[in-house]
């Protein structure tokens, strides 16, 4: 069993996956015109790129390959987190994407354990962009419910303004404007078809009941709208030149 303290290298993944396509009757052979891995059966032609990472020079390097054969994995040590997170799911639709395979090897056991996770395949991008008409959809209804661009792409750990919260903005200023009102009076203004649930979810705290059927601004809502002028500029001019609430 292999020592977990002991430092791992890129040769120790050789062999276990040597060993796994000599099972499978392929002739291998180490380290050929800089490829770390051929595997030769009739006239199906394998390459296997080693790495302790994954990362971009081993996934340029494998791409290179393939310039060689379709059928090109990249081998890596079984990662120490989870095979069920975002990240792993992430990485695997990359490597799908560029059309590679890829293997993980174990040494958790007596010999080091092989696992073929992704067989090189065609990537079907239509199909991809198939699947996610709905997320596609998502991000087109966000940029209608925008009102111009207020963030800074590549911005981390501050707030983002988003379609919803421009919706709480647009409600919150005709409380401002007109006092109590139903939903259906809101609707009436432009708040849109989700007023209901954006009042009844008060995702900010802005919001409060009333009575049945009847909404206002709450006392964190007057505070914490003010931390956004331009919009509030912009829709009380917008509501300003609407038509009168039916």
């Excluded at 199906?44 to 080693?50: K, T």
């Excluded at 990359?94 to 696992?115: A, D, N, P, T």
């Excluded at 067989?119 to 209804?141: A, C, G, I, T, V």
């Excluded at 207020?150 to 006092?179: D, L, P, Q, V």
């Amino acid at each position: 069993m292999k020592d977990k303290t002991a430092k791992l290298y890129e040769v120790d993944l050789y062999k276990p996956i040597q060993n796994y396509f000599i099972q499978r009757e392929y002739e291998v052979y180490g380290e050929v015109n800089h490829c770390d891995l051929i595997a030769v059966k009739e006239n199906e032609l394998i390459i296997v790129e080693l790495k302790l990472n994954l990362n971009v020079e081993l996934l340029i390097q494998a791409t290179k390959r393939q310039r060689l054969s379709e059928n090109v994995y990249i081998a890596i040590p079984k990662p120490n987190y989870s095979l069920y997170s975002k990240k792993w799911k992430n990485i695997c639709y990359l490597i799908r994407r560029l059309e590679l395979g890829l293997i993980i090897v174990s040494f958790q056991k007596s010999k080091g354990q092989v696992e073929i996770k992704i067989s090189p395949s065609h990537f079907d991008r239509k199909k991809s962009m198939q699947m996610s008409r709905n997320e596609r959809k998502r991000l087109l209804d966000e940029i209608k419910g925008r009102n111009g661009d207020h963030n800074i792409g590549g911005s981390n750990k501050t707030k983002i303004m988003t379609a919803y919260k421009e919706s709480c903005i647009h409600i919150a200023c005709c409380f401002e404007r007109f006092g109590p009102l139903s939903p259906k009076a809101l609707r009436s203004i432009g708040t849109g078809e989700k007023t209901l649930s954006i009042l009844n979810k008060n995702y900010y705290g802005w919001f409060t009941r009333i009575k049945r059927g009847t909404y206002s601004i709450s006392e964190l809502g007057k505070k914490e709208v003010k931390e956004y002028p331009q919009l509030v500029h912009y829709y009380t001019e917008l509501i300003e030149s609407s038509s009168e609430i039916k």
